[in-house]
C-alpha cells in the first residue's frame, strides 16, 4: 500500500509539474505573440505615419511648382527690360508670399508686401517685421495690385527708381549679373530686414531650379 501511494504521488507531482510548464510555455507563447503583434502595429503605424508626411510633402511640393509655373514666365517677360535676375524675383515671390498662400496674395495680388499710403488703393493687415534682433507683429498699409503681373512690374519699378529718399538705392543689386551677388545685394541694399533672406533666396532657386528662367 506504501508503494503504492508513493507511485500515485510521484504521478501526482508529475502532473502538476508538466502542467506547470505547459502553463509557463502558453505564457511565454502569448507574450511573445503579443509582443511581435504590437511591433507589428507600431511599425505600420510608422509606416502610415511616413506615408501620411510624404504625400503632405509631395502635395507641398506639387503646389510650389504650380505657383512657379504660374509667376516664371511672367516674371521672365517683366524682369528682361530692368536689368533683374527672373529667379531671384520668383524667389522673392515665393517666399514673401508663401507660394502665393498668403492673405496679401490670394485677395490684393501683392506678391513682395509692398507698402502703400493710397487709402483707395491699399489695405491695412498684419505683417512680421524682423526689428532690433526679433521679429514683430506690426499693422501697415499695403498695395492693391489688379494681377501678379502689375506686382511683379511694379516691384522691378522699384529696384530701377529706388526710393523717394535715394534713387540709386538698388544700386548693387541692379549691377550684380548672377542671383548669388544679388540675393546677397538686396540685403546689402537694405530691402529685407531679415537677416537670412539672401540664404533662404538662393536656397529656394537651388532647390527649384528657377536659374532656369535667367536663360
Given at each position: 500500500?506504501?508503494?503504492?501511494?508513493?507511485?500515485?504521488?510521484?504521478?501526482?507531482?508529475?502532473?502538476?509539474?508538466?502542467?506547470?510548464?505547459?502553463?509557463?510555455?502558453?505564457?511565454?507563447?502569448?507574450?511573445?505573440?503579443?509582443?511581435?503583434?504590437?511591433?507589428?502595429?507600431?511599425?505600420?503605424?510608422?509606416?502610415?505615419?511616413?506615408?501620411?508626411?510624404?504625400?503632405?510633402?509631395?502635395?507641398?511640393?506639387?503646389?510650389?511648382?504650380?505657383?512657379?509655373?504660374?509667376?516664371?514666365?511672367?516674371?521672365?517677360?517683366?524682369?528682361?527690360?530692368?536689368?533683374?535676375?527672373?529667379?531671384?524675383?520668383?524667389?522673392?515671390?515665393?517666399?514673401?508670399?508663401?507660394?502665393?498662400?498668403?492673405?496679401?496674395?490670394?485677395?490684393?495680388?501683392?506678391?513682395?508686401?509692398?507698402?502703400?499710403?493710397?487709402?483707395?488703393?491699399?489695405?491695412?493687415?498684419?505683417?512680421?517685421?524682423?526689428?532690433?534682433?526679433?521679429?514683430?507683429?506690426?499693422?501697415?498699409?499695403?498695395?492693391?495690385?489688379?494681377?501678379?503681373?502689375?506686382?511683379?512690374?511694379?516691384?522691378?519699378?522699384?529696384?530701377?527708381?529706388?526710393?523717394?529718399?535715394n534713387h540709386r538705392q538698388y544700386r548693387h543689386v541692379l549691377a550684380a549679373k548672377d542671383y548669388e551677388k544679388q540675393a546677397h545685394a538686396?540685403?546689402?541694399?537694405?530691402?529685407?530686414?531679415?537677416?537670412?533672406?539672401?540664404?533662404?533666396?538662393?536656397?529656394?532657386?537651388?532647390?527649384?531650379?528657377?536659374?532656369?528662367?535667367?536663360?
Amino acid at each position: 500500500m506504501a508503494k503504492k501511494r508513493k507511485r500515485k504521488k510521484q504521478s501526482s507531482w508529475r502532473i502538476i509539474i508538466t502542467t506547470f510548464i505547459i502553463l509557463f510555455l502558453l505564457i511565454v507563447v502569448l507574450a511573445g505573440a503579443r509582443y511581435y503583434r504590437n511591433q507589428a502595429i507600431e511599425s505600420e503605424q510608422i509606416r502610415q505615419e511616413q506615408l501620411a508626411r510624404k504625400e503632405a510633402r509631395e502635395k507641398v511640393i506639387k503646389q510650389h511648382k504650380q505657383f512657379i509655373k504660374q509667376i516664371g514666365p511672367i516674371a521672365k517677360k517683366v524682369d528682361q527690360s530692368y536689368d533683374l535676375l527672373p529667379s531671384i524675383t520668383i524667389a522673392q515671390a515665393c517666399l514673401e508670399s508663401d507660394y502665393g498662400q498668403s492673405s496679401l496674395s490670394q485677395k490684393y495680388n501683392n506678391l513682395f508686401g509692398v507698402k502703400g499710403t493710397n487709402p483707395n488703393t491699399s489695405a491695412v493687415l498684419t505683417t512680421k517685421e524682423y526689428v532690433k534682433g526679433k521679429w514683430v507683429e506690426v499693422k501697415a498699409r499695403f498695395q492693391i495690385y489688379d494681377s501678379y503681373e502689375a506686382s511683379i512690374r511694379a516691384h522691378a519699378e522699384l529696384f530701377q527708381k529706388g526710393t523717394t529718399w535715394n534713387h540709386r538705392q538698388y544700386r548693387h543689386v541692379l549691377a550684380a549679373k548672377d542671383y548669388e551677388k544679388q540675393a546677397h545685394a538686396l540685403v546689402q541694399d537694405g530691402y529685407a530686414t531679415d537677416p537670412n533672406y539672401a540664404d533662404k533666396l538662393i536656397k529656394l532657386i537651388k532647390q527649384y531650379n528657377l536659374e532656369q528662367y535667367d536663360n
